[in-house]
């Protein structure tokens, strides 16, 4: 289960938040395909007073490549995998939002959606016979681009977590659940982009703010999904905490805390003739 910000409002959104498919090691599929409906609820950005609800469409991909994968880590291009070590390329993503909607940001410039790419190390530190127990520390590190006509590099996000992933819970069978936690930790360029205020901003509410790096907060996410022959359901529930985070005095944090949360469906209309070995 990838741990992410709140995505974009396509595939990159459900592949950060939702836990794709995972499967016993078996001849599966190289591809599949569909597409589907979520409904996701979720703050304009993290500490903001403000939320929405989007209904969006929900790209279903699986690929099992040698190199290039997406699956229920997520979409990535994989450099280097042994039994207890992975090194690959991850992305994720944020939401645009209109300032003249957000009261805390009202006259300041709207924030342009963005996408974060970077080298992810993930270890496994324990698991059971067939995997049906697996417990990860993952250390993704990303530089984040904002997605417009000149796009503009905005810092970087350090991620570190550990995601415990549950094949079977509770006798459940076909379902898997997946939990992640971990800190956050972001430059102070990435913060300034979200919570600093310049002076031609400040108001009597909004004083000026020079937001610096640093910690930024915990998250933990818990994520189910389970793949019927046709189609696929999931769903996510996290907990964002700001307490203690380098920047929790600027005047765009109005909350320090927030639960998100959605749900998708997606049928799968197509797969590959070719078959190969999966975990």
């Not at 910000?5 to 995972?22: D, M, R, S, V």
């Not at 995998?81 to 805390?104: C, F, G, H, Q, Y």
């Not at 905490?241 to 944090?253: I, Y």
């Amino acid at each position: 289960m990838k741990s992410s910000i709140p995505t974009t409002k396509t595939a990159l959104l459900l592949a950060g938040l939702l836990t794709l498919p995972a499967a016993h090691a078996e001849q599966l599929p190289l591809w599949e395909a569909g597409l589907g409906v979520a409904t996701i609820s979720l703050p304009n950005y993290r500490g903001a007073d403000e939320s929405g609800t989007y209904v969006l469409p929900a790209p279903y991909f699986v690929y099992r490549g040698d190199f290039f994968k997406a699956d229920r880590d997520g979409i990535r291009s994989v450099f280097f995998e042994s039994e207890r070590v992975e090194v690959n390329i991850s992305l994720n993503a944020t939401l645009p939002v209109d300032s003249k909607d957000n009261p805390a940001r009202r006259g300041m410039s709207d924030l342009k959606p963005t996408i974060e790419l970077g080298p992810t190390a993930s270890f496994t530190l324990w698991r059971t016979p067939g995997d049906k127990v697996k417990l990860d520390l993952r250390t993704p590190v990303r530089a984040a681009i904002t997605i417009e006509s000149s796009p503009k590099t905005i810092g970087w996000v350090f991620s570190p977590n550990l995601n415990l992933d549950i094949k079977d819970p509770a006798g459940l069978a076909g379902w898997n659940l997946g939990m992640l936690a971990g800190p956050l930790f972001q430059s102070r360029k990435y913060n300034d982009y979200f919570y600093s205020v310049g002076a031609a901003d400040a108001t009597a509410a909004r004083p000026a703010y020079s937001a610096p790096g640093g910690y930024a907060g915990s998250q933990f996410t818990m994520a189910m999904s389970k793949r019927f022959p046709r189609y696929w359901v999931g769903g996510f529930l996290r907990y964002d905490t700001l307490g203690g985070a380098a920047f929790e005095d600027s005047s765009l944090v109005r909350k320090r805390s927030a639960v998100s949360a959605g749900v998708a469906v997606a049928w799968v209309f197509g797969e590959s003739s070719t078959r190969v070995e999966a975990d």
